[in-house]
């Protein structure tokens, strides 16, 4: 089987579309080095052999949202809301400076592309004027 159809059966059986999602979401799975065809067959026989087994599930799955950390996210402790906001805040300005970013990218390309047309039209207009001589 190749490596793309591997991955493919194993992101399936996860019910996943990476491999950092698969790493998440399955312990056994973590330690293994997605980079080899070997790791993937490794993943692909576990996931195969936790859906066998209904009954027991030999893949834990992590809890990624345990009840302590939603309490702690929906009441953050003071130091960290300020934390927060600061990101949010950076993260906003960011999305603006990005914007503006993409429109003088845009402008300039234009601008790139008139000059050319210029040139264009400079050279043709001094080779005519050349072979008029």
Do not use: C, N
């Not at 793309?4 to 996943?16: D, M, N, P, W």
């Not at 601008?111 to 043709?124: G, K, P, Q």
């Amino acid at each position: 089987m190749k490596l793309i159809e591997l991955k493919s059966k194993v992101y399936q059986l996860a019910k996943v579309t990476t491999s950092k999602q698969l790493k998440a979401q399955y312990q056994e799975i973590k330690p293994l080095d997605l980079r080899y065809k070997a790791s993937w067959e490794k993943a692909l026989a576990q996931l195969q052999h936790a859906s066998k087994s209904k009954g027991q599930t030999p893949l834990k799955q992590i809890d990624t949202e345990s009840t302590d950390f939603k309490e702690w996210l929906s009441k953050p402790p003071s130091e960290y809301k300020e934390l927060f906001a600061d990101a949010g805040a950076a993260l906003a300005s960011f999305g603006k400076k990005l914007d503006q970013t993409k429109k003088l990218t845009k402008t300039a390309k234009a601008m790139a592309a008139s000059l050319d047309e210029f040139a264009e039209a400079t050279v043709e207009e001094a080779q005519r004027l050349i072979s008029t001589d």
